[in-house]
């Protein structure tokens, strides 16, 4: 099986690290390889790219400078090394078999917050699976907007295999992505699927060769950061939790977000560039 890339100095299918890069984080790289465009990467090679406690805090470290900065027109994560994400940090998770149920969901409750706030993002998030991604870590890439993965990457929900109630939000983000019935399997049998089925399954959208992966979608990447960034976060809190909850309330949405952005600059700007026949440059506004 050929090895997945990832995104650093580490993987075969590194890109060019920009100067540009949040200090203070810790197991965790934020990235700035394009314009528009912003990398995070779990960066905890050692255990997989599993979430431990400094990860964790530094992702809420590192979401609240994304969502401040209206530079940011696309955001992608990604594992460093050959995993994507192994999940909840396994120095915790049963290492205290005597804890009150109350304080273990409390405990909970605040790691599944720090790491679904990416669904708070009003840019576009992908996922760039690399390698394997195991039940927080599948969660996570769930919780972004579109998954991308590399060929020969494997993908689990496997709670029930391990003796645990699924968790950070997997029995709805699950259903969401794949539909009922799929989702009532992989939760209930635990199985692990390869990339291809993942495809298949809709869990995944398109699969790259690992030694292209990185640069497809660092591609993909910029092309979402070209569009227009208005319609785009439109478009994004739109299609959110399974988009409108019926055809009159799509109209009614789309009657009111079609003619805010008519009224933008780069409408015009698209329009021109349209019949010019070369890129457009929105400034979102």
Known sequence: MPRAPGFGPLGTGSLTRMPEESAALTDLRLERPAPGVARLVLDNPAQRNAMSDAMTASWG???DELAADPDVRVVVVTGEGSAFCSGGNPAWIASEPDAEVDYLRTRMIGFYRAWLAIRRLEVPTIAAINGPAVGAGLC???ACDIRYAAAGA????????????PGMAATYLLPNVVGEANARELLLTGRTVDADEARTLGLV???FAPETFAAEVQGIAEGIAATAPIPSRYTKVALRDGGHADFERAVQWEALAQPITLATADLQEGVRAAKEKRPANF???
């Open 61 to 63: 470290v590192a979401l």
């Open 140 to 142: 996570l890439a769930l």
């Open 154 to 165: 494997k993908l689990s929900a496997p709670f029930v295999k391990l003796g645990m109630n």
């Open 205 to 207: 959208s398109r699969v």
């Open 283 to 285: 400034k979102g506004r």
